[in-house]
């Protein structure tokens, strides 16, 4: 499903706060596995975003 401009922006900005707090959540050593693939799946949701974005601009 294709989103709008605003509502890629909207998600954009939630999706930095998730990435901030799983950021708090991470120890500086032992890092979990869970913790990291949340990040890692948030991270990849906001590149999507970011390049759908991009391409709108064009």
Excluded: F, N, W
């Amino acid at each position: 499903m294709s989103m709008d401009k605003v509502a890629i922006e909207k998600r954009l900005k939630e999706l930095e706060e998730e990435i901030g707090e799983v950021l708090k959540r991470l120890p500086a050593h032992s890092v979990k596995p869970p913790i990291m693939t949340e990040l890692l799946v948030l991270e990849d949701e906001r590149d999507i975003l970011k390049a759908q974005l991009e391409k709108m601009a064009c």
